[in-house]
């Protein structure tokens, strides 16, 4: 157990649908990492919050935000959900900002868009 | 733009052997990270290269990276069954957005008795 958590666990939904995702970090931890796994695209870094600001982004569409609020977790929020939207969406934590030391992955939220 | 390469992309081992998988990757960077994940499971965090000639061990597992030949490997060394999972690399990009993490598409082991 990584003492990262991340709710649901599955989420099943339709297209054009708005689904959010959770993630707490570990006790301390003031870095949020939000990773997508699809077999259609990998594994995709999407954007990185330290202590409520955005430090980093990646591929992440512009239907997709994130937050991280003031104790310390974070919310992906998605929306207009297509098919192909359908994924892992695993979440990280780590000390401090830069990614520079371990990160401790929660146990993922699967989305299904039909 | 920043690319990241693994090969093998399925590697079939007996326990006791030794191998190398290789990742290379497109333009400059310094930081290069390897995970493990099991089948159905998420992802564990293995080693966080920072520099140039880093060298990190645990266990089986000896990773290094060559910042000049845009390089870095992870060597196993007599493998084991517990081994068998999936290894993904990830190179920082420090592009404008202050860093992005690019993934390779992963190596499946699997180590055979």
């Known amino acids: 157990d990584s003492g990262v958590t991340q709710t649901p666990k599955h989420l099943i939904t339709a297209t054009g649908q708005r689904v959010t995702l959770r993630c707490s970090p570990r006790?301390?931890?003031?870095?949020v990492y939000w990773y997508q796994q699809s077999l259609d695209q990998g594994l995709q870094f999407l954007i990185q919050?330290?202590?409520?600001?955005?430090?980093a982004k990646g591929n992440i569409l512009e239907r997709f935000s994130a937050q991280q609020f003031p104790d310390l977790h974070s919310e992906l929020n998605l929306s207009s959900l297509e098919l192909g939207d359908s994924a892992l969406y695993f979440c990280a934590s780590s000390r401090n900002q830069g990614f520079q030391e371990t990160q401790y992955f929660g146990p993922g939220t699967r989305l299904l868009v039909l | 733009e920043l690319k990241v390469e693994q090969n093998p992309l399925f590697l079939s081992m007996q326990e006791g052997k030794n191998y190398t998988i290789y990742c290379n990757y497109s333009?400059?960077?310094?930081?290069l990270y390897w995970y493990r994940q099991d089948p159905g499971k998420s992802l564990e965090s293995l080693f966080v290269l920072l520099s140039n000639g880093a060298v990190k061990q645990e266990g089986r597992l000896m990773a290094s990276l060559d910042t000049k030949a845009r390089l870095s490997t992870l060597h196993i060394t007599a493998a084991v069954h517990d081994l068998s999972a999936t290894y993904f690399c990830?190179?920082?990009?420090?592009?404008?957005?202050?860093?992005?993490?690019?993934f390779g598409k992963g190596t499946k082991l699997s180590v055979k008795p």
């Open positions: 333009t400059t960077s310094d930081r």
């Open positions: 919050y330290y202590n409520g600001e955005e430090r």
């Open positions: 006790s301390g931890d003031l870095s």
């Open positions: 990830a190179a920082l990009n420090y592009g404008g957005s202050q860093g992005n993490l690019i």
